[in-house]
């Protein structure tokens, strides 16, 4: 079954700790990308990765980390650094085919605890 | 400034009823508006994507208006359905072809759908 699989859907942090959350595609498509999602508010760019082992920093990087060792997968590890990480995180993935489309995953909610 | 301007914020419609979103934006160099449906707790799901030289495409019951002089488009639902109930978020990618990484996203329509 091909998209993109986000895990785990509900992740809850105790204040000081470290998460990670996955994100893995079988699309194979090249660019990925990492959103945040408030109440109310629109999509705000974590990170973005373009190809293996390059990624940067998007408006709102500060308190995440990214990794791209594999095409196929984009984790962001939420660190303890960022002060208010409660909200919907959003995977999403790009190809020049389709016309630039942006398809995203199924989202994690994170709520610190 | 890169914008996009959505209105109205929320909407509460009958079933069976028409409803019109719109989206305004300031983004530049322009190429296209993409239109996503978003349910709650789920991801965004492309409903369609109008390029600078459309002024109409229609997928299904869904209907998108480009006028790339006013730099506004519009959404139509026609005949609504209760499964219609989600936001609706205009996205408008800066920049041309594999530059378009930053896309600049509207805050989205919150449309109800009562029976």
């Known amino acids: 079954d091909g998209g993109i699989t986000q895990s785990p859907k509900y992740l809850f942090r105790k204040e000081g700790q470290n998460v990670t959350l996955s994100c893995e595609q079988n699309?194979?498509?090249?660019?990925m990308y990492w959103y945040r999602q408030d109440p109310g508010q629109g999509l705000r760019l974590i990170y973005y990765?373009?190809?293996?082992?390059?990624?940067q920093k998007g408006d709102i990087a500060e308190g995440y980390s990214v990794s791209r060792e594999k095409k196929e997968s984009f984790p962001l590890t939420v660190t303890s650094a960022q002060k208010n990480p409660t909200a919907f995180y959003l995977c999403?993935?790009?190809?020049?085919?389709?016309?630039?489309?942006?398809?995203f995953g199924e989202g994690s909610w994170l709520t610190v605890v | 400034k890169n914008q996009v301007e959505q209105s109205p914020q929320s909407l509460i419609i009958l079933e069976g009823k028409n409803c019109t979103l719109q989206?305004?934006?300031?983004?530049?160099?322009?190429?296209?508006l993409r239109w996503y449906k978003q349910d709650t707790g789920r991801g965004p799901v492309s409903l369609t994507i109008?390029?600078?030289?459309?002024n109409t495409k229609s997928n299904g019951r869904y209907t998108a208006t480009l006028d790339a002089d006013t730099k506004q488009s519009s959404l139509h639902i026609t005949a609504s359905q209760l499964s219609d109930s989600a936001s609706y978020i205009c996205?408008?990618?800066?920049?041309?072809?594999?530059?378009?990484?930053?896309?600049?996203f509207g805050k989205g329509t919150k449309l109800s759908v009562k029976p």
């Open positions: 999403a993935t790009k190809t020049v085919e389709a016309g630039n489309t942006i398809y």
């Open positions: 699309l194979n498509h090249d660019a």
């Open positions: 990765s373009q190809i293996v082992n390059d990624f």
């Open positions: 989206c305004n934006y300031t983004v530049s160099p322009f190429s296209n």
């Open positions: 109008m390029t600078f030289s459309e």
């Open positions: 996205v408008v990618p800066q920049g041309y072809g594999g530059s378009q990484g930053n896309l600049i």
